[in-house]
């Protein structure tokens, strides 16, 4: 079966995932974030890419990002591989790619989807500055200049009201059945959202949004019988 093409368009959140290659760690320590996010860092600015989260988990990266072009979440990658591979290799050695194969993406409807998306990425790295849930929780640690979507100023007047609806959020968790859910999505390249959000992608891009439904379609009963 044909691969599908990646879903891109501007001014539209978008959740990206890269893997280490054969689950291996592509971060030993802090010096390896701080390269990555550095990495990242440039290369957003260059492909003109605003991040909202990110979670450095060990043998994977999480990215929400809302790009102003579509060609944005590819060129955004690419720099970042390119940048954290070299740095990677000259401080542990070894050669060829970090990544098991290319990186996956899920288009993020905004409002309740993009906050959920948000809250999972920032818990999913629980150590203090191996995600960007210290930026949203008033305990920045990292040097990274995140830009919170118009969602996250819907939870409080003031910064420390949002602070404090974000920790509660974060204490709270994802429920596990969503959890599933969205992690699925961003694995198998879909949409994050509403069906009719779905459904809207998938007329204007020509190509299938969520997966088709398991089995076969129900058989139509035999007219000719009587």
């Known amino acids: 079966m044909a691969r599908l093409p990646r879903l891109a368009l501007p001014g539209h959140a978008h959740w ?27 290369a957003a600015a260059a492909a003109a890419v605003r991040v909202h989260a990110f979670a450095l988990a060990g043998d ?12 944005g979440p590819s060129r955004l990658i690419q720099a970042v591989g390119r940048r954290y591979v070299s740095a990677h290799h000259r401080r542990h050695g070894g050669s060829g790619t970090l990544w098991d194969g290319r990186f996956r993406s899920a288009v993020v409807e905004p409002g309740a989807p993009l906050l959920a998306v948000l809250a999972l990425v920032d818990g999913l790295a629980p150590e203090p500055g191996h995600s960007s849930a210290g930026h949203r929780s008033g305990h920045a640690e990292r040097r990274l200049a995140l830009v919170d979507p118009p969602e996250v100023w819907t939870l409080g007047n003031t ?11 974060l204490e709270d968790g994802v429920p596990p059945t969503q959890r599933q859910q969205l992690l699925a999505a961003v694995r198998g390249g879909w949409v994050v959202g509403s069906p009719a959000f779905s459904r809207a992608l998938a007329e204007s891009q020509s190509r299938p949004t969520a997966p088709r439904p398991r089995g076969r379609p129900p058989r139509q009963a035999d007219r000719s019988a009587s």
Do not use: K, N
């Open 60 to 71: 994977e990266v999480h990215l929400v990002v809302t790009p102003a072009e579509a060609s």
């Open 16 to 42: 990206l995932l890269q893997r280490g290659l054969a689950g291996r760690p592509v971060f030993h320590d802090d010096i390896d974030r701080d390269a990555f996010l550095a990495a990242l860092r440039e």
């Open 159 to 169: 910064p420390f009201e949002r602070e404090s609806a974000w920790r509660r959020r």
